[in-house]
């Protein structure tokens, strides 16, 4: 087991390589560099820039060497210095641009997913226990739904309502006092209401998912002989479906991992700039807009290392739930 | 029951089984009647799709939600004596104390009917649980011994050893040392050797003699091969589209063989020792399709001997011919124009 | 053994069946399926002919209709009588009190509903010039009339027919998935086929690709790329450029199931058989081995398609796909882009369901293809 941990971990290391390169490639292949969009900037001010200026400019940030040389620079940065670069448009170091929201953007992140697979696995076994009822008709309708409804408008949607009920908008996770007083105990309650929509709207297509799946397997798992062989034996039908159909069912969901952190980093990324959170989403899209590059590339790579390390995590589960998988491996 | 004459200790009464389809409802098992007495091994003969399987599951209630069992199954419970279990909910406590306790079934392929997420003690050791005994450490004593006794060498190591760890053979000896341990009263065997190597067979079907000797419980035993069916089963049930054609013990069925049916099956057994290239006997045509019955016996439109105008309009039912060899045949047993059956 | 031969002439017809004919039975019987694909017909004749059933144009605004609710159809004339349906012009009116323009209805004149009536000019499939349309508004004399308008799902902030709109939008937002996924059909299949046929270190390589892109976050990666399509392009280019974008994440998956099957094909006995044969590489590709499972990489293109109209809302949405006069579904959502807009114009959320009704169609009759593919089930 060791053994494969460490295999694995040894694999990550030149794929984290390719993804760097992939990522600093596509977010330098935009036409210009920040310095145009700067130039342009300023110069819808009023001020004008003349071209010695503008070299000078370049120069200074480094962005008249080719690409890969840029990109040489910044891995070197990030090895033997942990500094991720500067962003132009912040005027400081992207680490600490990042670390404004780091700890928001993972924690909502992580209450999502959590979110996801706690909704979704007993929605799923009951629509499996109950196939064709009213209510696997019901769930789902709802989760073909869910999945059909493109989330950033599902915030539009949600927002909405709210605001036809209460009269009040809830943008952000903080309110205005919160933000001006700090965070306090009274504030709580305020705060996990606004923290409710965002998890709603970013979750739903991945909880809609995930029922999907769990419901598809377990019927599967249901028509394997084995079970027939448990119930032959006298077991209840509880054991059946917890000891012997969920454990196998729990395969795809847990190798699907990665795949909901993706789902979940794509979802926050558009929903956040609807809702206005202090999450990643928004600052991406600025840096990406204003090619403010070493940001931009920061976000995504740490985005796509989570992802990976998700996939990690989800094989190492997977060995640990499978004997069958733990044993090829060890052999 | 106790002390009743007959030692029947299962009897189906006009069984039926109907599935629900897209197109309808099928009947599928169409009214079998059938004893199993102590001790006995009842072979259960017939094609792909004639019903038997359907029929053994029906006794434990383990069929698909989509099946729907009519008539009666006794079963000469312990405690509660001769019960209906088709009475019984399926999922019910009454039931799933009988299932695996006192009736327990063997499977078509071990291969798949262990789950690959648990070792082959764990599964085992399961069924002792729920019947005999709560207490882990004696459990596990029980498990290993019967492990032992049908024959898995080196038991304490194969008991933490996973399914995809087995050979074949030595899955269906874990299988039916998981149907045996809590020493049933009938064991279900479902084509037990069909998916196993042909000397793998002779050990398997070996062991359960022995096995039924020391245990002393009745068989059923499910299966198309008449081979396996002369050397195993004391009584020989043949089953034809859903019912019973035939039903004579197993010396009287290969010695005097009735029915057409029976006739075309014993027929396309390659015997050894006969004389070089005789052609297999072959009946000729298909089994109908369940859904659009023609009216009469099943086996009209294949059959050599059928007698128009009687087999076409009527369905022949179990008629006792004497020493208990029973067939369902207008041309064996008689028309009924000519009035009523020999005996009974 | 028993041995049975000679099978009905009925269920050989069953047997012999191509695997097609089989599907496309089993997919008839699939209701909801059924159903979605007639959803799906009329949605995409609407939207080729969508200068037809249009009643405006793409370029046709009107200043005073900006932002007006769904015009109001009239079925009983002033004296309660039942009459042929007729709407009234809005006009502006500037309220001196308070100084704001207020939009009324102008009684004075009733507009009649009308079909097949003349309107903008447009060239019908691209080459047929025509200026009929399937409705529109005609003045008390049976004049065609354009000066007021029967915007049935209201008007955007341009004064644009949002109906019309959702049709010439739905040119776009319906055809990019379908480009796309044939771009990532042949992605798939070649590089799929490519890893699973060769192994070695072919396949090393594109599933360390594949592992790559499926690692980073779809629409950050869109969002990426979409940023770097210059701008000022024309809208040709720009669809081009954002299909391309769409089918750059979508072949990974096809690949893979494509991968796994030419694993399990590859040993079969008949491609065995057809490489000693002497057989080419690409002959046996395509001949003996894409035709076994091409049932089933269909079905996973459709399961795909709704994610990439999904992404192409989202892209239009931030602002990053098609942009103005060029029109798609996510275009058109971006005037839902805050509460405000929708509190005061819930029509705006409308082309919102027909993205939801195209998702779910495409999703059952994947669904139902699914089970089709398996035809002996």
């Known amino acids: 087991m060791l053994k494969y941990v460490g295999k694995r971990v040894l694999l990550f290391i030149p794929t984290l390589l390719i993804i760097s390169i992939l990522i600093f490639f596509i977010i330098q292949l935009p036409p210009g560099d920040y310095v145009t969009s700067y130039v342009a900037a300023m110069a819808a001010e009023g001020e004008i820039f003349t071209p010695e200026q503008i070299e000078g400019l370049r120069a200074q940030f480094g962005l008249d060497d080719p690409w890969y040389v840029q990109y040489f620079n910044w891995m070197k940065g990030i090895i033997t210095r942990g500094d991720f670069g500067y962003s132009f448009e912040y005027g400081r170091g992207v680490w600490s641009v990042i670390m404004d929201r780091l700890y928001l953007t993972l924690a909502v992140s992580f209450i999502i997913l959590v979110f996801q697979y706690v909704v979704s696995l007993p929605i799923g076994i009951f629509c499996a226990n109950h196939q064709y009822s009213v209510g696997d008709y019901a769930l789902s309708f709802i989760g073909f739904i869910g999945t059909a409804t493109p989330n950033f408008l599902l915030a539009i949607i949600i927002m909405y309502i709210i605001y036809i009920r209460t009269g009040n908008v809830y943008l952000g996770l903080f309110s205005t006092e919160m933000l001006q007083n700090g965070m306090r105990w009274e504030y709580v309650p305020e705060f996990l209401g606004r923290c409710l929509i965002p998890i709603l709207v970013i979750g739903t297509s991945g909880t809609c998912g995930i029922i999907r799946t769990v419901r598809a397997q377990m019927l599967d798992e249901q028509a394997r002989q084995y079970t027939l062989t448990a119930r032959a034996k006298g077991c209840s039908e509880a054991v059946i479906t917890y000891k012997y159909c969920l454990r196998a069912a729990l395969n795809p969901v847990v190798s699907g991992l990665a795949g909901s952190l993706r789902t979940i980093f794509s979802g926050s990324t558009v929903s956040a700039i609807v809702m206005n959170l202090a999450i990643q989403g928004p600052v991406l899209l600025a840096a990406l807009k204003s090619q403010d590059m070493y940001l931009a590339g920061t976000i995504v790579l740490i985005q796509a290392v989570l992802v990976l390390v998700g996939t990690l995590l989800s094989d190492i589960a997977l060995a640990w739930l499978d004997p069958r998988i733990r044993f090829s491996e060890r052999g | 029951m106790s002390g009743a004459k007959d030692d029947v200790i299962l009897r189906m009464k006009d069984l039926k089984i109907n599935i629900r389809v897209d197109e309808g409802v099928l009947t599928v098992v169409r009214g079998v009647d059938l004893e199993i007495h102590k001790g006995e091994t009842v072979g259960l003969v017939g094609e792909s799709g004639c019903g038997k399987s359907l029929t053994s599951k029906a006794i434990l209630g383990i069929n698909d939600k989509k099946c729907r069992a009519e008539g009666q199954i006794l079963f000469d419970a312990e405690g509660t004596g001769m019960t209906d279990l088709l009475s019984l909910k399926p999922r019910g406590r009454e039931i799933r104390a009988i299932r695996g306790k006192q009736i327990s079934m063997i499977f078509q392929e071990p291969m798949v009917a262990f789950s690959p997420m648990y070792t082959i003690g764990n599964q085992i050791n399961e069924a002792t649980l729920l019947h005999i005994t709560k207490d882990k450490k004696k459990a596990k004593e029980i498990s290993l011994d019967v492990m032992k006794k049908v024959g898995i060498a080196n038991a304490e190591k194969r008991y933490d050893q996973y399914p995809h760890e087995f050979s074949g053979g030595m899955l269906q000896r874990a299988l039916i040392a998981m149907a045996l341990v809590c020493n049933p009263k009938l064991l279900i065997a479902d084509e037990p050797t069909t998916a196993l190597d042909v000397t793998i067979q002779a050990q398997i079907l070996e062991l359960m003699k022995t096995l039924q000797k020391d245990f002393g419980m009745s068989i059923l035993f499910i299966t198309h091969d008449l081979g396996i069916v002369a050397r195993m089963c004391d009584t020989v049930a043949v089953m034809y589209l859903g019912r019973i054609v035939e039903c004579a013990s197993a010396v009287e069925i290969y010695g005097n063989p009735m029915h057409p049916y029976t006739r075309g099956l014993l027929g396309s057994v390659h015997k050894i020792g006969t004389k070089g290239q005789k052609r297999l006997f072959s009946i000729e045509g298909t089994v109908p399709l369940a859904l659009n019955l023609p009216k009469g016996c099943g086996f009209y439109e294949r059959c050599s001997k059928r007698i128009d105008g009687v087999c076409n309009v009527q369905d022949p039912q179990l008629t006792d011919l004497g020493d208990g060899h029973r067939v369902a045949c207008f041309a064996c047993a008689g028309c009924p124009g000519k009035e009523e059956p020999v005996h009974e | ?377």
Request: aromatic share 14%; net charge positive; charged share 20%.
């Open chain 3, 1 to 377: 053994m028993a041995l049975f031969k000679k099978k009905k002439a009925t269920d050989e017809s069953y047997y012999l069946a191509s695997q097609w004919a089989l599907m496309w039975r089993k997919l008839k019987k699939h209701k909801l399926a059924r159903f979605s694909l007639s959803i799906l017909a009329v949605l995409y004749v609407l939207s080729l002919f969508a200068d037809f059933f249009a009643p405006y144009g793409l370029e046709e605004f009107s200043s005073v209709y900006k932002n007006t609710s769904p015009t109001r159809v009239y079925w009983r004339d002033e004296d309660g009588r039942l009459s042929r349906p007729y709407v009234y012009k809005l006009k502006k009116v500037n309220d001196r009190k308070t100084f704001t323009v207020i939009i009324s209805e102008d009684t004075s004149q009733k507009y009649y509903v009308a079909f097949f009536v003349p309107g903008v000019e447009y060239k019908l499939l691209g080459f047929i010039p025509c200026s009929t349309h399937f409705y529109g508004l005609v003045n008390e004399d049976g004049v065609p009339d354009r000066s007021a308008r029967l915007n049935i799902f209201g008007a955007d902030s341009n004064g644009g027919c949002i109906y019309s709109r959702i049709l010439f939008g739905g040119r776009v937002s319906l055809t990019i998935p379908f480009v796309a996924a044939a771009i990532s059909f042949v992605l798939g299949i070649l590089l799929g086929g490519l890893s699973g046929y060769f192994g070695g270190w072919v396949d090393n390589v594109i599933q360390r690709l594949i592992e790559v892109l499926s690692a980073i976050p779809s629409i950050p990666l869109w969002m990426a790329l979409s940023a770097a399509i210059p701008p000022g392009i024309p809208v040709a280019a720009m669809y081009l450029y954002i299909t391309i974008i769409l089918s750059f994440i979508g072949w990974t998956g096809l690949a893979r199931v494509v991968r796994g099957k030419f694993i399990s094909l590859r040993n079969e006995d008949y491609v065995m058989a057809a490489r000693l044969a002497g057989v080419s590489d690409f002959k046996i590709i395509l001949k003996h081995m894409v035709p076994g499972f091409l049932s089933y990489l269909i079905v996973s293109l459709t399961l795909g398609i709704p994610g990439s109209i999904l992404g192409e809302t989202s892209m239009s949405y931030l602002g990053l796909g098609m942009k103005a006069p060029a029109t798609s579904w996510g275009v058109l959502l971006k005037e839902t882009e805050d509460l405000v807009s929708v509190a005061q114009c819930p029509w705006k959320m409308i082309p919102l369901i027909f993205v939801v009704i195209t998702v779910l169609a495409f999703n059952f009759l994947g669904d139902g293809m699914r089970d089709a593919a398996d035809p002996y089930k």
